[in-house]
């Protein structure tokens, strides 16, 4: 009696243990990239203590904030290309032998800069500073408040993309590597872009900007602008890591291009088609032809330089970024949906 009581007993743990383990059993997800869209919540007003940091550098990069467009281009001379945006700015970009910049610009002034270039002036912060170090420099708050609006991060945020509050007007979104845990980018921009972009949860009382609908035209622009600025920007990171520049590949980006756009179309996120067709069978229906291939997708970034720091935060996308063998790159957009395909010629 006592061995079918004892057995009875270690049957029922087995099933309440396999139970536990097959319901908490899930695959790794791909969230990096998926990237929830923040929360927006209307509240009553209540100030949170004084956090600006009135950080004074004179030749920083960043005091042209808010400055005409024409101050700029007098130091740094006419920029390579201009693509317009999803919001309402003007991003110029300018792709030096020793630097790469994109510059917002509306009305003829500049309203946030982005840069990951290591030789510019980005005083008080240098691209490769490490992130302890800035910790130590600097009081990194989990809320952010002025005027009418309050945006709160998250842990994550924190470490991955925290801010920093250069004046009164102006704020530095740090863009954290993960793997080296050091400064790899920074957006400066002004209080309008900062409400308008919306980059972590927020809070507000009265009203809030919002952007104006693209329509297909205006959609289509801004998605070959994007393109372009992933597709340079994936080739500052391989050459700050010393590996060859990739070469643009109209095929490769016809299938990229075509996968984002089903993706939208059919709402689901993943590298497989609802019909279950993947990179290889996409490549080919594109006739693009290599030896290797990989890709990176994407879904809601506010643009490209966060979808390209979201890629260098994840193991397996950061892979596909750094891969010494790929020779060519295409790249597609379509809305809030971004596609890398890799190949090796």
Do not use: C
Not at 57 to 63: E, L
Not at 306 to 320: K, M, P, Q, T
Request: overall charge negative; aromatic content about 14%; charged content about 25%.
């Amino acid at each position: 009696m006592k061995i079918k009581v004892v057995s009875f007993i270690i049957i029922v743990f087995l099933i309440v243990f396999l139970s536990l383990h097959y319901f908490n059993k899930s695959e790794e997800p791909q969230m990096v990239h998926y990237h929830k869209i923040p929360t927006q919540t209307k509240s009553e007003k209540v100030h949170l203590e004084e956090d600006h940091t009135l950080i004074v550098q004179q030749n920083a990069v960043w005091k042209y904030i808010n400055q005409d467009i024409d101050s700029f281009v007098s130091v740094y001379g006419e920029p390579d290309r201009k693509d317009p945006s999803l919001y309402g700015f003007e991003w110029w970009i300018f792709k030096q032998d020793d630097f790469y910049m994109q510059l917002a610009v509306e009305n003829d002034m500049i309203i946030s800069i982005y840069s990951n270039a290591a030789t510019l002036d980005l005083r008080p912060l240098v691209i490769g500073q490490t992130l302890e170090e800035i910790k130590e420099t600097y009081q990194l708050k989990e809320e952010i408040e002025f005027d009418h609006i309050r945006f709160k991060l998250t842990e994550d945020d924190l470490q991955q993309r925290p801010v920093l509050r250069l004046s009164e007007e102006v704020f530095a979104q740090l863009y954290i590597d993960q793997f080296t845990e050091k400064l790899a980018g920074i957006r400066v921009m002004n209080k309008e872009v900062f409400e308008l972009l919306k980059p972590y949860e927020v809070f507000y009382w009265g009203e809030i900007e919002e952007i104006d609908q693209a329509d297909e035209n205006q959609w289509k622009a801004i998605e070959e602008g994007l393109e372009q600025q992933i597709f340079d920007l994936t080739n500052e990171i391989r050459a700050a890591y010393e590996l060859n520049i990739l070469s643009w590949d109209d095929k490769a980006a016809d299938a990229a291009k075509a996968h984002s756009n089903d993706m939208f179309e059919e709402n689901y996120f993943s590298h497989y088609s609802l019909n279950g067709d993947g990179l290889k069978q996409r490549l080919l229906a594109a006739n693009a032809y290599y030896l290797s291939a990989g890709e990176n997708i994407a879904a809601h970034y506010i643009d490209a330089p966060a979808v390209i720091h979201g890629w260098l935060n994840s193991d397996g996308h950061r892979e596909a970024l750094l891969k010494e063998e790929y020779t060519h790159l295409g790249v597609g957009v379509y809305q809030s949906f971004y596609t890398q395909n890799f190949i090796q010629k």
